[in-house]
């Protein structure tokens, strides 16, 4: 995985002029058990391979609990926000996904990142537009990404 990177966007020129860069890496953050277990019970999916340790490593294919995918998927607001600035926006607004993909599972303890590729850019009105990032979720050490996802992200100067 490479190092941590930011870029600042402050026009929806900057961002057009961004797309087809190579992605943007996001600090990473260790999803540890005690967040699992939070987020399990904030979202009442308690589910034995998220919440139950000592059963997740005698019954889980992966030996251990892993990280709800929804979880995961939750973290990009931050993980984006340790790698991309809009300065001068006046409202960023998450606009939803277009795919969302749960490739391979994030164990417990996992540290993990997020990379950004800029893939479209579509002005929807002056100084308005709708960005639409390609987004890899990968835990260090996995062989595979955990999430691959297009987000669709309306930022307005």
Not at 44 to 56: G, S, V
Not at 65 to 77: C, E, K
Not at 80 to 105: E, I, M, W
Not at 116 to 132: H, M, N, Q, W, Y
């Amino acid at each position: 995985m490479a190092g941590h990177s930011s870029v600042s966007f402050d026009s929806v020129q900057a961002l057009t002029n961004f797309v087809g860069k190579p992605a943007i890496v996001s600090e990473s953050i260790v999803v540890d058990q005690e967040m699992i277990d939070r987020f399990g019970q904030v979202t009442r999916d308690t589910q034995w391979i998220h919440m139950d340790p000592a059963r997740a490593r005698t019954e889980s294919p992966y030996g251990q609990t892993i990280a709800h995918g929804f979880l995961v998927l939750s973290l990009l607001t931050c993980w984006q926000a340790s790698c991309v600035a809009f300065p001068g926006a006046v409202l960023v607004l998450n606009y939803g996904f277009d795919k969302v993909r749960f490739t391979a599972p994030v164990p417990s303890g996992a540290r993990v990142s997020a990379r950004f590729a800029l893939a479209d850019v579509k002005e929807t009105r002056p100084g308005e537009a709708r960005c639409s990032w390609n987004v890899t979720v990968e835990a260090e050490e996995a062989s595979r990404p955990s999430i691959h996802a297009e987000w669709q992200i309306m930022v307005r100067y």
